[in-house]
């Protein structure tokens, strides 16, 4: 369970040793302590995913000679801060890489020692084979690699018990970084597969924390044939429930995902293009319902966190590296003749296409707006139209993603409601889902591209409305419309804060929570301050 809740402790450095020791119990430390007893002065070690250091100082104080690694810039400026203080920068390369880039910067047989914690769990299988492939060729004759990750417990109780703790983390973990993580299954199989003899050195938490000790032999076991999976457009309970599911959560965990790899539309053959896409299961669905039976083509699915590709690539989670990485640990470079990608246009902004040419030979091509369009963008020899360029956000899509962000969001209004204000439910949760529609019909003629300026209207809006109705209806207490006053302000700021990473044309997501925070704490002080003041209460 460490790990998932580690996402969050990524992007707070600061507090990444202290969270990882409360998450493993104080059980990391006697792992990492371990690894670094193995290492002998002079050794050459490289560590992937070397966080902020801790182990990494270890190791140089022990006389080794590190490169350590990592993707966050974050966490290795800590690092560099923390071998300053200790005096050990001398002994150490620090480097700014993805896990899937070890074996283009490193000569074979590099290093005495690989070692690694908590790292091989965030990474996808097929990405896992090809880093361990790699370190099995950077390691000098006698050289071994040394891995303490979470792993799912082998006996029933402890499984059990490991689902149970995890659970709540992976929500927690999503809530504060919209990610999840994957402990690690079938761990000692793949190594053997990649060329290692390995063996259990330390195992904690109920067999969910190991400490592996693998040491590469002349021929590893026979790996399972590369098998090209082809995806069809098919309509089964599963993809129902799975539609229902993401029209209502699908930004709730656990996200429906697909594996990260290589699939065939259709039957593609060596000149057929190749198009790239993040893991979301709706997103590879949709795109396989526009292709299949039109196009014969590739498909290299790269993780993006189970997240759709716009959203992914403007939070960090669909990136020019985990385009690389899908594309080095595929058998892509088999499968055709040429060096093409096509990109969806609504990566770009987080995917430097870019870094992929210069680091792969690939060549980088945007694809249109729109899965539809692809079609005829191929049969134009990749040349898009005006039209297959232009974002648009029609009805349709507006009122799919209002009840989107409703299934979510409502939950997080309504259940307190309901349980704490049970009278005030369907009048509440009437005015919830009538201003979040609303604002999903009316959302192109608001002025502007940021939420909150959006919700000035709105509220002026939901406030007229208000008054027609208790002028010409149900007249109200002067108490009872000050409150609906002040619900309706906040429920509008909320709708057009919210619904802000809905769509391309806003300004981006998760701008606004700060200003929420300071409204909602406005609106509350005058509902506490200002009726006693009227003398109301």
Same mark, same amino acid.
């Given at each position: 369970?460490?790990?998932?809740?580690?996402?969050?402790?990524?992007?707070?450095?600061?507090?990444?040793?202290?969270?990882?020791?409360?998450?493993?119990?104080?059980?990391?430390?006697?792992?990492?302590?371990?690894?670094?007893?193995?290492?002998?002065?002079?050794?050459?070690?490289?560590?992937?995913?070397?966080?902020?250091?801790?182990?990494?100082?270890?190791?140089?104080?022990? @006389?080794?000679?590190?490169?350590?690694?990592?993707?966050?810039?974050?966490?290795?400026?800590?690092?560099?801060?923390?071998?300053?203080?200790?005096?050990?920068?001398?002994?150490?390369?620090?480097?700014?890489?993805?896990?899937?880039?070890?074996?283009?910067?490193?000569?074979?047989?590099?290093?005495?020692?690989?070692?690694?914690?908590?790292?091989?769990?965030?990474?996808?299988?097929?990405?896992?084979?090809?880093?361990?492939?790699?370190?099995?060729?950077?390691?000098?004759?006698?050289?071994?690699?040394?891995?303490?990750?979470?792993?799912?417990?082998?006996?029933?109780?402890?499984?059990?018990?490991?689902?149970?703790?995890?659970?709540?983390?992976?929500?927690?973990?999503?809530?504060?970084?919209?990610?999840?993580?994957?402990?690690?299954?079938?761990?000692?199989?793949?190594?053997?597969?990649?060329?290692?003899?390995?063996?259990?050195?330390?195992?904690?938490?109920?067999?969910?924390?190991?400490?592996?000790?693998?040491?590469?032999?002349?021929?590893?076991?026979?790996?399972?044939?590369?098998?090209?999976?082809?995806?069809?457009?098919?309509?089964?309970?599963?993809?129902?429930?799975?539609?229902?599911?993401?029209?209502?959560?699908?930004?709730?965990?656990? #996200?429906?995902?697909?594996?990260?790899?290589?699939?065939?539309?259709?039957?593609?053959?060596?000149?057929?293009?190749?198009?790239?896409?993040?893991?979301?299961?709706?997103?590879?669905?949709?795109?396989?319902?526009?292709?299949?039976?039109?196009?014969?083509?590739?498909?290299?699915?790269?993780?993006?966190?189970?997240?759709?590709?716009?959203?992914?690539?403007?939070?960090?989670?669909?990136?020019?590296?985990?385009?690389?990485?899908?594309?080095?640990?595929?058998?892509? +470079?088999?499968?055709?003749?040429?060096? +093409?990608?096509?990109?969806?246009?609504?990566?770009?902004?987080?995917?430097?296409?870019?870094?992929?040419?210069?680091?792969?030979?690939?060549?980088?091509?945007?694809?249109?707006?729109?899965?539809?369009?692809?079609?005829?963008?191929?049969?134009?020899?990749?040349?898009?139209?005006? +039209?297959?360029?232009?974002?648009?956000?029609?009805?349709?899509?507006?009122?799919?993603?209002?009840?989107?962000?409703?299934?979510?969001?409502?939950?997080?209004?309504?259940?307190?409601?309901?349980?704490?204000?049970?009278?005030?439910?369907?009048?509440?949760?009437?005015?919830?889902?009538?201003?979040?529609?609303? #604002?999903?019909?009316?959302?192109?003629?608001?002025?502007?591209?940021?939420?909150?300026?959006?919700?000035?209207?709105?509220?002026?809006?939901?406030?007229?409305?208000?008054?027609?109705?208790?002028?010409?209806?149900?007249?109200?207490?002067?108490?009872?419309?000050?409150?609906?006053?002040? @619900?309706?302000?906040?429920?509008?700021?909320?709708?057009?804060?919210?619904?802000?990473?809905?769509?391309?044309?806003?300004?981006?997501?998760?701008?606004?929570? @700060?200003?929420?925070?300071?409204?909602?704490?406005?609106?509350?002080?005058?509902?506490?301050?200002?009726?006693?003041?009227?003398?109301?209460?």
């Amino acid at each position: 369970m460490a790990t998932v809740f580690m996402k969050w402790l990524e992007t707070t450095p600061g507090r990444y040793d202290r969270g990882i020791e409360m998450l493993t119990l104080g059980r990391l430390d006697p792992l990492r302590a371990q690894i670094a007893r193995q290492v002998q002065p002079g050794d050459r070690v490289l560590e992937i995913g070397c966080g902020t250091g801790t182990l990494t100082a270890l190791l140089a104080e022990r @006389g080794a000679d590190v490169t350590a690694l990592d993707a966050s810039p974050h966490m290795l400026a800590q690092a560099q801060k923390k071998l300053a203080a200790r005096k050990l920068s001398e002994r150490v390369t620090l480097k700014f890489m993805d896990a899937a880039r070890i074996a283009d910067e490193f000569a074979p047989a590099s290093f005495d020692y690989i070692v690694s914690t908590l790292v091989f769990s965030e990474l996808p299988p097929d990405e896992q084979r090809y880093v361990l492939t790699a370190c099995a060729g950077l390691l000098a004759p006698g050289g071994r690699l040394l891995i303490a990750d979470e792993v799912i417990p082998a006996r029933p109780l402890s499984r059990f018990l490991f689902y149970l703790v995890r659970l709540p983390l992976v929500l927690l973990t999503w809530l504060l970084t919209r990610a999840t993580t994957s402990a690690l299954r079938d761990f000692e199989t793949l190594l053997a597969q990649t060329g290692f003899r390995v063996q259990v050195q330390a195992a904690y938490l109920g067999g969910s924390l190991l400490l592996y000790a693998a040491a590469p032999v002349a021929e590893a076991e026979a790996a399972p044939p590369v098998a090209v999976e082809q995806l069809q457009r098919r309509v089964t309970l599963r993809s129902l429930l799975t539609d229902l599911w993401a029209l209502f959560f699908r930004i709730i965990p656990p #996200y429906p995902k697909v594996r990260p790899g290589l699939y065939a539309v259709g039957e593609p053959d060596a000149d057929a293009p190749v198009l790239v896409t993040g893991n979301f299961d709706l997103t590879v669905r949709r795109l396989v319902r526009a292709l299949d039976g039109q196009v014969d083509v590739w498909l290299l699915v790269a993780d993006s966190a189970g997240i759709n590709v716009w959203c992914g690539a403007g939070g960090g989670y669909f990136t020019a590296e985990k385009v690389i990485a899908a594309l080095k640990s595929s058998p892509l +470079a088999e499968m055709v003749n040429h060096h +093409a990608l096509i990109l969806p246009q609504l990566c770009a902004n987080g995917v430097d296409g870019w870094k992929i040419r210069r680091e792969t030979g690939w060549g980088v091509h945007w694809g249109p707006v729109r899965a539809a369009d692809i079609p005829a963008y191929l049969a134009a020899g990749r040349k898009k139209s005006e +039209a297959m360029r232009r974002v648009q956000f029609p009805l349709r899509d507006r009122l799919e993603m209002t009840t989107v962000t409703l299934g979510f969001y409502g939950l997080i209004i309504l259940l307190p409601v309901l349980l704490f204000w049970r009278s005030m439910f369907w009048p509440i949760a009437a005015s919830l889902v009538g201003l979040s529609y609303f #604002y999903g019909v009316v959302h192109p003629w608001l002025p502007g591209r940021d939420g909150l300026l959006k919700s000035i209207p709105l509220a002026a809006i939901a406030l007229a409305g208000l008054a027609v109705y208790t002028t010409l209806w149900q007249p109200l207490p002067a108490p009872q419309q000050f409150n609906w006053t002040l @619900g309706l302000v906040g429920l509008s700021v909320f709708s057009g804060a919210e619904l802000q990473g809905m769509s391309p044309l806003m300004r981006g997501e998760q701008a606004n929570w @700060g200003w929420e925070a300071v409204i909602a704490l406005v609106l509350l002080l005058l509902y506490w301050l200002v009726p006693p003041i009227l003398g109301w209460r």
